[in-house]
């Protein structure tokens, strides 16, 4: 098999994705096909992730990660 090296965005310098990423969102505002977040809708996306992270985890799980949190 060939080597495929080093290729494609996700082995860019971080600089240049942001680049293109912003030039990307821009476009699509732009277009006016971009979505914008409301305040209802990034509330909803937040609890949707706290769910998801901590569903498998047990009460004591938590609170050792909360401890050593506080002791960094």
Avoid: L, V
Avoid at 20 to 31: E, P, S
Avoid at 41 to 54: C, M, N, P, T, V
């Amino acid at each position: 098999m060939a080597e495929k090296g080093n290729r494609g965005f996700a082995s860019m310098d971080a600089d240049k994705q942001r680049e293109i990423a912003r030039k990307g969102g821009k476009a699509a505002h732009q277009k006016g096909t971009a979505h914008e977040f409301t305040s209802e809708e990034a509330a909803e996306a937040g609890r949707k992730g706290g769910q998801a992270s901590g569903a498998n985890r047990s009460s004591e799980d938590m609170s050792e990660r909360g401890r050593k949190g506080g002791q960094r």
